[in-house]
């Protein structure tokens, strides 16, 4: 059963707004066996909506989209897509009533287009939006269903695990799709094709392998199409050893899990704790290893210390070290990670120290210029690189980088 | 002039990867004065491929693909293309050689897979790609030019910059569209809708408004289409007067800036130096701070201290405040903010605690109870709320909260 993605605003064609749901979609579709055909996004202009629609419709029996359902003026969905399944728009008592429940609750005067907000295309199923006021709303035509969503993430989310999923699961069912997900750190995309061409050229017909590379990793995803048989899962994970065989010293994972969630199973595993000392990185690797929950039975802090005042205050920074040096060294990122073991009470700590750019370089170190340590019980191992791929992706490619490092500390292997 | 924009690879339909290369792309194209018409994410499919390029070709006269071009089995985009338009697979000596010098660079030995990337359709422009091994490829087709670039985001914006945009402002000479934009945070999409209605309502027919909300925030866009009239620009911005009479008090700046860089606008011009003690944002708010490039000019650092014995030992929080009001409270933001302000040495300092979740709530603190202090030379001020959209928005809403409070509190405004 395919589906059709579409994403609907001007700002997405301006590029404005990443558009994240469309991800989101995809991968909650995936896991019930939908196959995501395509996803298009579109503006908010009527005529455009309409072509859209026509040729999602000749592709796809399911068309899900998302954005357009706010109250101001350039939100046209409802209207249009009411306008071209020949539907007229109707109050929706509870829909109403929910909205004004809103504004009440947050104390706020309710206007007319918030109560416009409860008019949906006669004969829709009415999507209850608990977390905003824009329904969502299922529509069938012929042999076609809509679906549209508000397009403020954490309500497109809310509505499609509590309402769009469990409704698609009731009216399709079909063999799901399976997927086998390897994640891998420290080897390039061609290198790890190389090392595993014999091991992929003899993939059954069914199941297909793709390389999916950020920024210092790649993920490897097994797809198995159902073929009739049984037990399509357990024949794509026995296919693992001889891919272990080939590369397993660079796989941190036989599931879709970042590297920061890795990290947390083996320091609670060691019962270590972890903290960072951040220079160029400025909270990044924090914010990252932060992102998990439940990371305060093993995360205690970090100290950024972006001025060399603070290196020496906060970790420990020998004056010394950082006049021979610079700010920029082994030398000063290893004071740094074993500055932070000792001031925030932890095993483990990493440390980070860099030229981000744009500015800042100088002959001798330019920009991109980063070192970076790991101290744990077992001593202090620290390395120097020199990438420039712009601010934001050197500050990305160093984070990854020092808990790649971690990784490898932690898991015991030979660099 | 219209442009589609398509995305390659079956990760973007199975949300393994969110698709950001679009939104840059879109906002380099916008400012040529090319309209981008579409963005169609389509898989690794040869048969899907043709069918949305056929598509494209009928709504565009410029199709722009990524992805596709890696070295893996996967990577169909160049095979395709070449088959879709006649054309055959040339070797192009200059990328082979630019290939053997990166690996040869790199101390890296020169697969197959790699030789294979110097392959190219007969009658295509070369864009060479200073940064990866992937060529980009610029052909004229009837009406039509297909251009594509790899998927890889760096080196995807190098070649926009260097090689696409040049060669596409040089070929097609059209009037530019216009954009305002106006950033404001502290009132949500409805209520700013309702207070400039009559502004709105008034607009010329060729200035557009959009409202882009995102937490805590909402955009507004005006865009100005070419009326054959001199100086659409000047007559854009005469406009905004009025737009302030009506919300000046949360516009945070007049073009379209992050907050973090009004932020530090403001620090320099006061000469306030900033830093941040983070517990549940977990570096967060410090990551988006020094996202600004020549933030150490008044950014000095932050301490991020998730454990409550760092609140204490490195923010001197009492451990009175703790026992008798609890880690998430205004008590302990507060001499989190204050301490932060001294051991940071900086005028200005903010502090965050809260339960991000999805653990952690109690009756008394349910999942999503925050507090935020800012302290600056003139005071501390401090705010609780509870807001529960999952972890992740928990955090990036707080810092969004904590750097608008900030702002008001240096720009001298009443709350």
């Known amino acids: ?22 991800a989101f979609m995809g ?28 040729q999602a419709r000749a592709r796809v029996r399911v068309i899900l989209m998302t954005g357009g359902l706010g109250p101001t003026k350039d939100d046209l969905t409802k209207h249009v897509l009411a306008r071209y399944l020949g539907r007229a728009l109707e109050l929706h008592p509870p829909t109403l009533a929910h909205v004004e429940e809103i504004f009440r609750r947050f104390n706020r005067p309710m206007l007319d287009v918030n109560r416009q907000q409860a008019l949906v295309p006669a004969g829709c199923q009415v999507l209850p939006n608990a977390v905003g006021t824009a329904p969502g709303m299922w529509l069938e035509d012929g042999e076609t269903v809509f679906i549209s969503l508000p397009g403020v993430p954490f309500e497109m989310k809310k509505l499609m695990s509590d309402e769009v999923l469990p409704r698609l699961q009731t009216k399709f069912k079909l063999a799901p799709i399976e997927h086998v997900v390897i994640m891998t750190a420290g080897l390039g995309e061609s290198f790890l094709a190389e090392k595993i061409q014999d091991w992929e050229a003899a993939l059954p017909a069914n199941i297909k392998l793709a390389y999916l590379p950020s920024l210092g990793s790649v993920r490897l995803r097994l797809t198995g199409a159902p073929d009739g048989l049984p037990e399509l899962r357990p024949r794509m994970l026995a296919l693992l050893p001889e891919l272990r065989a080939r590369i397993g010293s660079y796989i941190f994972a036989e599931e879709d899990t970042p590297l920061e969630v890795v ?5 609670l595993e060691k019962n270590y704790h972890l903290g960072t000392a951040e220079s160029c990185t400025g909270g990044a690797v924090a914010q990252r290893l932060t992102s998990v929950p439940g990371c305060s039975a093993y995360f205690r802090g970090s100290i950024v210390a972006y001025d060399n005042d603070l290196k020496m205050s906060l970790l420990g920074v020998q004056a010394d070290t950082l006049a021979a040096h610079g700010a920029v060294s082994e030398a000063t990122v290893r004071e740094m990670a074993e500055g932070a073991r000792a001031r925030l009470g932890c095993e483990v700590a990493l440390a980070t120290s860099g030229i981000a750019g744009p500015g800042g370089g100088t002959p001798d170190k330019p920009v991109g210029t980063t070192c970076i340590a790991v101290s744990t019980p077992a001593g202090t191992v620290s390395k120097l690189f020199v990438v420039d791929r712009g601010r934001a992706t050197n500050i990305e490619y160093t984070s990854q980088v020092v808990l790649q490092q971690l990784w490898q500390q932690l898991k015991g292997a030979a660099e």
């Open 263 to 267: 990290l947390g199973r083996l320091l």
């Open 1 to 22: 059963m395919d589906v059709e993605i579409m994403t609907i605003g001007d700002e997405l064609l301006y590029g404005q707004v990443v558009d994240t749901n469309s």
């Open 27 to 54: 991968q909650q579709l995936g896991r019930l066996g939908l196959r995501v055909r395509q996803i298009t996004s579109v503006s908010d202009r009527a005529d455009e909506l309409v072509a859209a629609l026509d």
